[in-house]
């Protein structure tokens, strides 16, 4: 009886966070992708989009945009956005729905994780820390590749907790984060890494071994299916992707920028979308972490940052330029920064007051800045010009955008609000060309191309 109670209680508050995430995530989700990284909603719904006009099996899983195949990632994203496209249209709301869901899990697993090597109060302490920051409220609702990737991961350290303190449980856990995570992003690799560095030692080196045999072969897979459609191993630019994202400087690089650079970029994000307060507290955490707690608990915050720094790290140019890269620090920042409330405030009812307190300075310390990303809107022309093609450019019809530099940077935005063919070449046999001046916040109105024209005469 004692032991049902406890799971119902742990049912009953892992509902109230999962609603409260919804509620607090969930806001704004209609807005048009025209705001600080918000391109990742347009280029993903144009993808998911497709599947459901050509299925799955006609586009062999693969990832079709305006600009031909995209497979930069495996497909698990735009695939689930598509399903929710199936109930509920294309749409934002319906996009934006995936990662929304996907964060909601995450806060609900953080709490699991935190009462499992922890407490139940460190558990729901640090997940409520995690859901105060600008990272989740903000980029929590982005369409990309972090927030389901995360949560798909924190399923696989829940179970390893699991196995861990109690034997024979949270082996599926493991292989479904494991699985998952492979599906979504490259991440997997710094997974099962860290998973092998916590288990290491508590099972056998065969069972080890088939958990990367698994992430491997889902890695295979991902660039067999891209040989299928290209006809290459490395089509679509993959190679030149991820020389170019882990690249400091030089030549391949996407954007060069020195050392220095880049740990001042990432100390400023990170005070931004995680708080000074909630990094100042996970600092004291991780000394009592590292001073008195067991073997065990070291490992596994270890592990997680391997996971949660180690992608981001590799990836660095692509850090560098998307802040969003450092989403997964939010799992290890939460934990350590709820543990060391905890070993500072022992009595409860302190304890209490200086969580709640905490909670609210992570909110509110960042306000202006959460702000400012809500109602960011560098994107509205592109929107607009999208919207306007769709009403007056027929389906089969092919529309130049110049100038060049304007249209690719804000190809997934015309291509999603217009839902036609949009090229940059001006030698093609385009139907009608619409020229933008960017500097003035204009264009020209939807201009018929002379040379078909006279090829219809």
Same mark, same amino acid.
């Given at each position: 009886m004692k032991k049902f109670l406890k799971n119902y209680i742990n049912f009953l508050i892992s509902i109230f966070l999962f609603a409260l995430t919804l509620v607090i995530v969930g806001k704004n989700l209609n807005k048009p992708f025209w705001g600080i990284h918000d391109w990742n909603g347009a280029r993903y719904g144009n993808i998911a989009r497709n599947y459901v006009r050509y299925g799955y099996f006609t586009t062999k899983f693969s990832q079709i945009e305006n600009g031909g195949v995209y497979t930069h990632y495996p497909p698990m994203l735009p695939i689930l956005i598509s399903f929710s496209y199936k109930f509920f249209r294309v749409n934002e709301w319906a996009t934006r729905l995936v990662p929304v869901l996907a964060t909601s899990g995450l806060i609900i697993i953080i709490y699991l994780i935190g009462r499992t090597i922890f407490s139940n109060k460190i558990g729901l302490t640090a997940s409520l820390l995690a859901l105060a920051t600008p990272m989740i409220r903000y980029y929590g609702k982005n369409p990309v590749h972090e927030p389901l990737a995360l949560f798909f991961a924190s399923l696989a350290f829940l179970g390893a907790a699991k196995f861990t303190k109690k034997k024979n449980t949270g082996w599926n856990l493991i292989l479904i984060g494991i699985v998952l995570t492979s599906l979504t992003n490259w991440s997997s690799v710094f997974l099962v890494l860290a998973i092998t560095l916590i288990l290491v030692g508590k099972v056998s080196h065969k069972e080890i071994i088939k958990l990367w045999i698994i992430n491997l072969s889902l890695i295979l897979l991902h660039f067999l299916s891209i040989y299928l459609v290209t006809g290459s191993f490395f089509g679509g630019g993959i190679l030149d992707s991820l020389i170019q994202r882990t690249s400091l400087g030089g030549a391949s690089s996407q954007t060069k920028f020195s050392l220095f650079e880049f740990i001042n970029r990432v100390r400023l994000w990170s005070s931004n979308l995680f708080t000074i307060s909630l990094l100042v507290t996970s600092f004291i955490?991780?000394? #009592?972490? #590292?001073?008195?707690?067991?073997?065990?608990?070291?490992? #596994?915050?270890?592990?997680?940052?391997?996971?949660?720094?180690?992608?981001?790290? =590799? $990836?660095? %140019?692509?850090? #560098?330029?998307?802040? !969003?890269?450092?989403?997964?620090? =939010?799992?290890?920042?939460?934990?350590?920064?709820? $543990?060391?409330?905890?070993?500072?405030?022992?009595?409860?009812?302190?304890?209490?007051?200086? &969580?709640?307190?905490?909670?609210?300075?992570?909110?509110? /310390?960042?306000?202006? !800045?959460?702000?400012?990303? /809500?109602?960011? %809107?560098?994107?509205? @022309?592109? =929107?607009?010009?999208?919207? /306007?093609? %769709?009403?007056?450019? @027929?389906?089969? /019809?092919? =529309?130049?955008?110049?100038? !060049?530099?304007?249209?690719? &940077?804000?190809?997934?935005?015309? *291509?999603?609000?217009?839902?036609?063919?949009?090229?940059?070449?001006?030698? &093609?046999?385009? %139907?009608? *060309?619409?020229?933008?001046d960017e500097t003035g916040g204009d264009y020209n109105r939807v201009q018929e191309n002379p040379a078909f024209k006279a090829g219809m005469n």
């Open positions: 955490g991780t000394y #009592f972490v #590292f001073k008195s707690r067991t073997s065990f608990v070291k490992r #596994f915050v270890f592990g997680t940052f391997i996971y949660c720094a180690g992608y981001p790290l =590799v $990836f660095l %140019n692509a850090t #560098f330029i998307h802040e !969003y890269f450092i989403f997964y620090l =939010v799992l290890p920042i939460s934990l350590l920064a709820s $543990f060391g409330l905890s070993k500072i405030f022992e009595k409860k009812t302190l304890w209490l007051l200086t &969580s709640i307190a905490l909670i609210a300075l992570v909110w509110f /310390e960042r306000a202006r !800045y959460m702000k400012a990303l /809500e109602v960011s %809107n560098i994107d509205g @022309l592109a =929107v607009q010009i999208g919207k /306007e093609l %769709n009403q007056k450019v @027929l389906k089969d /019809e092919q =529309v130049l955008i110049e100038p !060049y530099a304007f249209a690719a &940077s804000r190809l997934p935005h015309l *291509s999603f609000y217009s839902d036609r063919k949009i090229t940059l070449d001006r030698n &093609s046999s385009y %139907n009608w *060309s619409l020229e933008v």
